[in-house]
């Protein structure tokens, strides 16, 4: 029953797609500066259905209607109702379902926001959009099908990946798809600029909010994705240079790249070539990112869904996508002047995007190398975190440097009185740095230097902020807020990985272990029944011996029953100054356990940071609204 | 302004040697790939196999062989799928000096685009 509703909608989705491209082609045509009410009626429709089949979808796995093979394969009956919501976008299929309604609503908000502008650009960012959107549709339909059914009906179904089974992995897809399929927006636009004609100042304005929207939105995304990481994987860290993690953040360095660049576009008529390259790689390697992760080819811990054939209709839809791109782009591009000057925030711009290009490369070259050389040469290499720290943390410190001063440039005429103030911030950097490295412990020189120009930034803008409060003169606040966020990342980054205390060592119960200043006692452990998994509880004194402070913790192994897995939960005792991680694993065939101890300093403020980056990006649009 | 950098060199090498023994079993740990595992280093995974390979870097730092050495040996026995840390050689040549080619293209156009203003300029 709900199976056959949801093919249903999805079916007039993708007939009402095809409609809307035909009748956009005839009303191209026709003389008139607006657009068909009748064409913004049949988009209403398309976006109403395909958030009703998402709907259908999400209420098969509530009432887990086992006809489906997708909640077959993804959902139970025991799980909690939070997670079988969330698994109808934790498969592939139902996270299909869901990139195609943000295509839709991203396709249908445009249409309304944007009404009063160029007519012609507006449809053919219509089209471009639909064509996306029936590419997806039809993968949809005849690979990836959500609402396939199964007969017979079992009783019960598989279950979701428990390690899948955490609020902030529930939230993640949902706000990085509307990062990364957004950008489909300007991916559109971007073409239908070109085409139309409708260029510059006027095309930036209409973009600029679509690619705020996306990128704090993927920032958002991102951010959930570590934490998850964090608290579910169990080893500690949140970031690992893992092929998955890098394809989400290769979108985010070319966002980050257009957010720029656009406003030079919109305030100085320049680099119009430029933002439209941005704007169709954006999407671009948004969906090879999607691509690699889906067909398998990578091999990481992220990995959940893959199957080649999926691969394949991606990888053909993604070269139709690029090549199209590139027939237009060079058919309708034109030559321009460009006007720079030295110190101009034109040129400290696009010093961000240089920047932005090279972490981009580091990081495609990391992920695609092992991939290309196996492939050339059978040699199977791994390009872990040592090779990400080597190649990208140097340059980090002039990048901080440049977010400094950058957006100050145009403000510099008593040029020594500047010069002082920059000075002094400096040595107050290198005297915090230096209370830092004697406080807390020694690092490398790197380090110091990253640790210096991250305070540096953070200075500056609370210095920023500081005169926005004065005087409301100062417009860009969120431009503030998300270097100080940067910053801020940055420095506690630095600061988590120089000073984080960690050991890993082997226990039996009753046993305890001394090192540096803590003592562990491993008190007892305990079997325990939950609603869809056993666990069993191991309980933890830890005795800082110099403060005489104590802490108790109970990590936690957990059997899942459907299906049958092993998952290791850490016991963190999260607190602003640092947060205390603590696992256990059980070692075959011995009584003892292998326990991995860390003392994290600020680790909370990691994820602080990254919420303030992203915040001055909602910020900034709710003021574009405001205007 | 020299003299910071002086002390910045004379702590960091002086300091190295405090807590050596465990920092050094994690940092190994950390560059090490858990073969049996999708995309986890031996240090974060619970499997046998890490268990395992925990217990040969403990010998083999035991036996006084250093970092280089270990990680050659578990190539050796391996492949170089085992370390994160990909080596220098003619095969990895371009995965390390691609990023900064492009960091110089990318300041020659830059660079080229103001100058063309200078020029423009003096027109």
Same mark, same amino acid.
């Given at each position: 029953?709900?199976?056959?509703?949801?093919?249903?909608?999805?079916?007039?989705?993708?007939?009402?797609?095809?409609?809307?491209?035909?009748?956009?082609?005839?009303?191209?045509?026709?003389?008139?500066?607006?657009?068909?009410?009748?064409?913004?009626?049949?988009?209403? +429709?398309?976006?109403?259905?395909?958030?009703?089949?998402?709907?259908?979808?999400?209420?098969?796995?509530?009432?887990?209607?086992?006809?489906?093979?997708?909640?077959? &394969?993804?959902?139970?009956?025991?799980?909690?109702?939070?997670?079988?919501?969330?698994?109808?976008?934790?498969?592939?299929?139902?996270?299909?379902?869901?990139?195609?309604?943000?295509?839709?609503?991203? !396709?249908?908000? +445009?249409?309304?926001?944007?009404?009063?502008?160029?007519?012609?650009?507006?449809?053919?960012?219509?089209?471009?959009?639909?064509?996306?959107?029936?590419?997806?549709?039809?993968?949809?339909?005849?690979? !990836?099908?959500?609402?396939?059914?199964?007969?017979?009906?079992?009783?019960?179904?598989?279950?979701?990946?428990?390690?899948?089974?955490?609020?902030?992995?529930?939230?993640?897809?949902?706000?990085?798809?509307?990062?990364?399929?957004?950008? !489909?927006?300007?991916?559109?636009?971007?073409?239908?600029?070109?085409?139309?004609?409708?260029?510059?100042?006027?095309?930036?304005?209409?973009?600029?909010?679509?690619?705020?929207?996306?990128?704090?939105?993927?920032?958002?995304?991102?951010?959930?994705?570590?934490?998850?990481?964090?608290?579910?994987?169990?080893?500690?860290?949140?970031?690992?240079?893992?092929?998955?993690?890098?394809?989400?953040?290769?979108?985010?360095?070319?966002?980050?790249?257009?957010?720029?660049?656009?406003?030079?576009?919109?305030?100085?008529?320049?680099?119009?070539?430029?933002?439209?390259?941005?704007?169709?790689?954006?999407?671009?390697?948004?969906?090879?990112?999607?691509?690699?992760?889906?067909?398998?080819?990578?091999?990481?811990?992220?990995?959940?869904?893959?199957?080649?054939?999926?691969?394949?209709?991606?990888?053909?839809?993604?070269?139709?996508?690029?090549?199209?791109?590139?027939?237009?782009?060079?058919?309708?591009?034109?030559?321009?002047?460009?006007?720079?000057?030295?110190?101009?925030?034109?040129?400290?711009?696009?010093?961000?995007?240089?920047?932005?290009?090279?972490?981009?490369?580091?990081?495609?070259?990391?992920?695609?190398?092992?991939?290309?050389?196996?492939?050339?040469?059978?040699?199977?290499?791994?390009?872990?975190?040592?090779?990400?720290?080597?190649?990208?943390?140097?340059?980090?410190?002039?990048?901080?440097?440049?977010?400094?001063?950058?957006?100050?440039?145009?403000?510099?005429?008593?040029?020594?009185?500047?010069?002082?103030?920059?000075?002094?911030?400096?040595?107050?950097?290198?005297?915090?740095?230096?209370?830092?490295?004697?406080?807390?412990?020694?690092?490398?020189?790197?380090?110091?230097?990253?640790?210096?120009?991250?305070?540096?930034?953070?200075?500056?803008?609370?210095?920023?902020?500081?005169?926005?409060?004065?005087?409301?003169?100062?417009?860009?606040?969120?431009?503030?807020?998300?270097?100080?966020?940067?910053?801020?990342?940055?420095?506690?980054?630095?600061?988590?990985?120089?000073?984080?205390?960690?050991?890993?060592?082997?226990?039996?119960?009753?046993?305890?272990?001394?090192?540096?200043?803590?003592?562990?006692?491993?008190?007892?452990?305990?079997?325990?029944? &939950?609603?869809?998994?056993?666990?069993?509880?191991?309980?933890?004194?830890?005795?800082?011996?110099?403060?005489?402070?104590? &802490?108790?913790?109970?990590?936690?192994?957990?059997?899942?029953?459907?299906?049958?897995?092993?998952?290791? &939960?850490?016991?963190?005792?999260?607190?602003?100054?640092?947060?205390?991680?603590?696992?256990?694993?059980?070692?075959?065939?011995?009584?003892?356990?292998?326990?991995?101890?860390?003392?994290?300093?600020?680790?909370?403020?990691?994820?602080?940071?990254?919420?303030?980056?992203?915040?001055?990006?909602?910020?900034?649009?709710?003021?574009?609204?405001?205007? | 302004?020299?003299?910071?950098?002086?002390?910045?060199?004379?702590? /960091?090498? #002086?300091?190295?040697? #405090?807590?050596?023994? /465990?920092?050094?079993?994690?940092?190994?740990?950390?560059?090490?790939?858990?073969?049996?595992?999708?995309?986890?280093?031996?240090?974060? #995974?619970?499997?046998?196999?890490?268990? /395992?390979?925990?217990?040969?870097? %403990?010998?083999?730092?035991?036996?006084?062989?250093?970092?280089?050495?270990?990680?050659?040996?578990?190539?050796?026995?391996?492949?170089?799928?085992?370390?994160?840390?990909?080596?220098?050689?003619?095969?990895?040549?371009?995965?390390?000096?691609?990023?900064?080619?492009?960091?110089?293209?990318?300041?020659?156009?830059?660079?080229?685009?103001?100058?063309?203003? %200078?020029?423009? %300029?003096?027109?």
């Amino acid at each position: 029953m709900l199976s056959n509703t949801g093919i249903t909608l999805v079916i007039l989705t993708t007939l009402l797609s095809i409609t809307v491209i035909y009748k956009s082609f005839v009303d191209l045509h026709i003389k008139n500066n607006l657009v068909n009410q009748k064409i913004l009626n049949l988009v209403t +429709f398309q976006t109403t259905f395909s958030i009703l089949s998402f709907i259908v979808l999400i209420v098969a796995f509530v009432i887990s209607d086992f006809s489906l093979v997708n909640v077959y &394969e993804n959902s139970h009956t025991k799980k909690p109702l939070f997670y079988k919501i969330s698994g109808a976008w934790g498969s592939h299929e139902g996270s299909l379902l869901l990139w195609i309604n943000i295509l839709v609503i991203f !396709s249908f908000l +445009f249409l309304v926001f944007t009404k009063h502008n160029n007519k012609s650009y507006l449809l053919y960012t219509l089209i471009f959009q639909n064509f996306l959107i029936l590419g997806f549709l039809i993968f949809l339909l005849i690979n !990836s099908n959500p609402f396939s059914k199964i007969y017979p009906i079992p009783i019960e179904g598989l279950g979701l990946n428990p390690i899948l089974q955490d609020p902030a992995l529930a939230i993640h897809p949902p706000l990085l798809y509307i990062g990364f399929v957004g950008s !489909s927006i300007y991916f559109s636009a971007g073409i239908a600029s070109l085409i139309s004609n409708c260029r510059d100042k006027f095309f930036a304005k209409s973009i600029k909010p679509w690619v705020l929207i996306s990128w704090s939105f993927q920032t958002l995304g991102i951010t959930a994705g570590s934490i998850w990481a964090y608290y579910e994987l169990g080893w500690g860290g949140f970031w690992f240079w893992d092929p998955v993690e890098n394809a989400s953040l290769m979108p985010w360095f070319v966002i980050t790249a257009l957010m720029h660049s656009v406003i030079v576009l919109e305030k100085r008529n320049s680099i119009y070539s430029w933002v439209i390259i941005l704007c169709l790689l954006t999407f671009t390697i948004s969906v090879t990112g999607t691509f690699l992760v889906r067909s398998g080819i990578l091999n990481s811990v992220h990995t959940f869904a893959n199957d080649p054939s999926r691969g394949l209709y991606i990888l053909i839809f993604l070269s139709l996508m690029i090549f199209l791109a590139l027939i237009v782009f060079f058919r309708y591009s034109k030559k321009e002047e460009y006007n720079f000057l030295l110190k101009s925030k034109e040129t400290l711009i696009l010093a961000n995007n240089w920047f932005m290009f090279f972490f981009l490369t580091a990081v495609m070259i990391g992920t695609l190398y092992p991939i290309i050389l196996e492939v050339l040469n059978n040699t199977k290499i791994s390009v872990g975190p040592p090779f990400y720290s080597a190649v990208i943390f140097p340059f980090v410190i002039p990048f901080l440097i440049f977010m400094a001063l950058g957006p100050k440039i145009n403000w510099i005429k008593n040029k020594y009185k500047e010069f002082l103030s920059n000075f002094l911030i400096l040595i107050a950097a290198i005297i915090l740095n230096f209370l830092i490295y004697f406080l807390l412990g020694k690092y490398s020189i790197i380090s110091n230097l990253i640790i210096i120009s991250s305070i540096f930034l953070i200075i500056h803008s609370v210095k920023d902020l500081l005169t926005f409060f004065k005087n409301k003169t100062v417009s860009d606040i969120s431009r503030i807020i998300s270097h100080l966020g940067f910053g801020m990342l940055i420095l506690f980054i630095g600061i988590s990985h120089n000073f984080t205390t960690e050991n890993d060592f082997n226990l039996k119960v009753g046993e305890k272990k001394k090192f540096s200043v803590y003592q562990i006692n491993f008190n007892s452990i305990q079997m325990e029944n &939950e609603k869809n998994y056993k666990k069993i509880v191991g309980e933890f004194r830890l005795i800082n011996l110099k403060s005489n402070f104590e &802490e108790i913790l109970y990590p936690e192994i957990r059997i899942y029953e459907q299906p049958e897995t092993l998952t290791y &939960e850490a016991s963190i005792k999260t607190k602003l100054s640092s947060d205390i991680y603590l696992t256990m694993s059980n070692i075959s065939r011995s009584d003892y356990y292998n326990i991995k101890f860390q003392k994290k300093p600020f680790m909370i403020w990691i994820w602080i940071s990254a919420i303030l980056i992203a915040s001055g990006g909602f910020i900034r649009l709710i003021k574009i609204k405001t205007r | 302004m020299k003299k910071i950098i002086l002390i910045i060199f004379f702590l /960091t090498f #002086s300091h190295l040697k #405090s807590d050596e023994v /465990t920092k050094l079993h994690i940092e190994i740990y950390k560059n090490l790939r858990c073969l049996v595992c999708q995309g986890q280093s031996i240090a974060d #995974s619970n499997s046998e196999f890490a268990q /395992t390979v925990k217990l040969v870097v %403990k010998d083999k730092i035991n036996e006084g062989k250093s970092k280089k050495e270990i990680y050659e040996f578990l190539i050796s026995k391996y492949g170089e799928w085992i370390v994160y840390q990909p080596r220098f050689n003619r095969g990895n040549f371009l995965l390390w000096f691609l990023p900064y080619l492009i960091l110089i293209f990318g300041a020659i156009i830059i660079y080229a685009l103001i100058k063309k203003r %200078k020029n423009n %300029k003096a027109n």
